[in-house]
């Protein structure tokens, strides 16, 4: 008998709560994050719902140097420049993935791509406690992903108030219909619905697009992973989903701006 395959997520997940056990909360911290969310205010807010509301098709442009299924994805990686080619390609917006041990992502590219663009800026990372969040907005992130898979209970919807305190926009992730049950079921107004399942990495294109179908219209539904190249975004706009995640693909492009622009020219 063939043994099942490792929970990804399970595993990233045990990984990022050993890390928050090993490294105390610095002091001050939530302080901190309140400072930054009202200098945000004062400076204006670059909103990811607005980007995404724009008629036509909208790319999340993303910025993540691995991938624990398909290893190393762009050589060399640099995310500032990344973004810029994002930008010019006609991206709404660009998602930086933080995760330092399956993802090799560094909390540091946030501010860096924030500064170097004009577009909102969604940090992807494992968010499990209201810390992280805190941390998030003293990077400067405009927007958080939050998961709903890894999220039990009332979790979910303590960790989008503290994101709504903070003035963070919350990209909320579902994978499948029990999740996205859990999160109509909270004020969210972004709802990502993964194509990819972070157990096992398999990728679902056309569940993920009956499962976005179900989103109601007076909410923002974004189809993440899945998308490799144009005739995937045609295929999912038939079904009515206009909004996308897209990384692998542009990461492996040679001309990443071409590329967006590629997308987004979809009809």
Same mark, same amino acid.
């Given at each position: 008998m063939t043994a099942p395959a490792p929970d990804i997520l #399970?595993?990233?997940t045990e990984a990022v @709560?050993?890390? @928050? #056990?090993?490294?105390? #909360?610095?002091?001050? @911290?939530?302080?901190?994050?309140?400072?930054?969310a009202g200098a945000r205010r004062r400076d204006g807010r670059r909103s990811l719902e607005q980007a995404l509301a724009t008629p036509g098709i909208r790319v999340v442009a993303e910025c993540k140097r691995?991938?624990?299924?398909?290893?190393w994805l762009r050589q060399p990686f640099e995310p500032v420049a990344l973004a810029r080619a994002y930008e010019a390609g006609g991206a709404a917006a660009i998602s930086v993935v933080t995760e330092p041990d399956f993802f090799a992502g560094q909390a540091a590219w946030v501010p860096a791509v924030r500064r170097a663009v004009t577009l909102p800026v969604l940090q992807k990372d494992f968010l499990l406690a209201p810390r992280q969040l805190f941390e998030a907005a003293i990077l400067g992130a405009d927007a958080v992903l939050l998961i709903a898979r890894i999220l039990p209970g009332p979790l979910l919807g303590e960790m989008l108030a503290v994101a709504n305190g903070l003035g963070l926009e919350a990209l909320v992730e579902a994978y499948d219909d029990r999740d996205l049950d859990r999160i109509l079921a909270t004020a969210a107004r972004l709802v990502g619905v993964n194509a990819r399942d972070l157990g096992s990495f398999d990728v679902d294109p056309e569940a993920a697009a009956a499962t976005a179908g179900r989103v109601p219209h007076d909410r923002t539904v974004v189809m993440e992973s899945g998308v490799r190249g144009p005739d995937d975004v045609r295929a999912a706009a038939r079904r009515g989903v206009r909004r996308f995640l897209v990384g692998e693909h542009l990461l492996r492009s040679a001309d990443p701006a071409a590329a967006v622009e590629e997308l987004v020219a979809c009809t």
């Open positions: #399970a595993r990233i @709560l050993g890390r @928050l #056990a090993r490294e105390p #909360a610095p002091a001050g @911290l939530e302080a901190r994050a309140r400072e930054s691995r991938s624990p299924s398909q290893g």
